[in-house]
């Protein structure tokens, strides 16, 4: 009778612990966010970084063969922008070519010895207004950003939290976040390139390191349409004083 009476009571234990945890409440969006601002460094952290200088190299697939180069970047809060890219073409005949892309916060201006200059506009445009440095989730309420949790699904072997960031305007953006670290695996937006039209531009990040209590991803791999690319950074340096100028269009041009 006691054995009878241990067994339902064992019974009983197992079904109310099984009910606790199938009860867990799932996380939110708001809540995913906020475990990956903590992830890479916390609000208070983030808060004091005003600009960050970035350097290092970069490698493209095209169908003639792999060709490398240099790319630097620079940013300055709220959401200005400067990235510098040359690429030697030595290998297949050809010269050094730039790329050259900045935004002062307003508006944008591109300068490609191989495509020419001219204005950045429309869903580009849009887009790098919504790039907010240093995370575009740290103020994404106030300026009238949603995101909504879309589910889980793998990048590479790591489960992710699929984030849809929709902006008060400009293209909406997909985010996955690391369910283990959370820190960003990988991101996706579809903007009108010159010469592509609309393409999805793709990043995986990797390689996080710290940096001043931050972390920062070194290794970045992506695909613009067709184009693969991956930049591996060797130098990211906060809060130094950016030259004004490179960040908007040259006197002249």
Request: charged share 25%; no cysteine.
């Given at each position: 009778m006691r054995a009878t009476s241990r067994r339902v009571l064992l019974g009983a234990l197992v079904l109310m612990v099984a009910a606790g945890a199938s009860a867990?409440?799932?996380?939110t969006a708001d809540e995913?966010?906020?475990?990956?601002?903590?992830?890479?460094?916390?609000?208070?952290?983030?808060a004091k970084v005003k600009s960050r200088t970035s350097a290092g190299t970069m490698s493209l697939s095209t169908p003639g063969g792999d060709i490398s180069g240099t790319i630097e970047v620079s940013?300055?809060?709220p959401n200005k922008m400067r990235s510098l890219v040359k690429i030697d073409l030595s290998a297949m005949g050809g010269g050094q070519v730039v790329a050259d892309e900045r935004f002062d916060g307003t508006?944008?201006?591109s300068m490609d010895s191989m495509q020419g200059d001219s204005p950045?506009?429309?869903s580009r445009l849009e887009a790098l207004k919504n790039s907010i440095f240093p995370s575009p989730f740290l103020d994404y309420k106030e300026r009238g950003t949603k995101i909504e949790l879309a589910g889980k699904e793998k990048v590479g072997d790591r489960e992710t939290?699929?984030?849809?960031?929709?902006?008060?305007?400009?293209p909406a953006m997909k985010v996955w976040i690391d369910a283990a670290t959370y820190l960003t695996a990988k991101t996706a937006?579809?903007?009108?390139v010159p010469q592509m039209g609309s393409?999805?531009?793709?990043?995986e990040f990797s390689d996080f390191r710290d940096v001043d209590g931050l972390k920062v991803p070194f290794l970045l791999k992506g695909m613009t349409g067709p184009v693969g690319f991956t930049m591996t950074l060797t130098k990211v340096e906060h809060n130094v004083k950016i030259d004004p100028s490179l960040f908007v269009k040259p006197a002249g041009k």
């Amino acid at each position: 009778m006691r054995a009878t009476s241990r067994r339902v009571l064992l019974g009983a234990l197992v079904l109310m612990v099984a009910a606790g945890a199938s009860a867990q409440t799932p996380l939110t969006a708001d809540e995913i966010v906020e475990k990956s601002l903590a992830a890479e460094g916390g609000r208070q952290a983030l808060a004091k970084v005003k600009s960050r200088t970035s350097a290092g190299t970069m490698s493209l697939s095209t169908p003639g063969g792999d060709i490398s180069g240099t790319i630097e970047v620079s940013n300055e809060a709220p959401n200005k922008m400067r990235s510098l890219v040359k690429i030697d073409l030595s290998a297949m005949g050809g010269g050094q070519v730039v790329a050259d892309e900045r935004f002062d916060g307003t508006s944008g201006y591109s300068m490609d010895s191989m495509q020419g200059d001219s204005p950045i506009t429309g869903s580009r445009l849009e887009a790098l207004k919504n790039s907010i440095f240093p995370s575009p989730f740290l103020d994404y309420k106030e300026r009238g950003t949603k995101i909504e949790l879309a589910g889980k699904e793998k990048v590479g072997d790591r489960e992710t939290f699929v984030l849809n960031v929709v902006p008060k305007t400009g293209p909406a953006m997909k985010v996955w976040i690391d369910a283990a670290t959370y820190l960003t695996a990988k991101t996706a937006i579809t903007v009108d390139v010159p010469q592509m039209g609309s393409v999805e531009q793709v990043f995986e990040f990797s390689d996080f390191r710290d940096v001043d209590g931050l972390k920062v991803p070194f290794l970045l791999k992506g695909m613009t349409g067709p184009v693969g690319f991956t930049m591996t950074l060797t130098k990211v340096e906060h809060n130094v004083k950016i030259d004004p100028s490179l960040f908007v269009k040259p006197a002249g041009k």
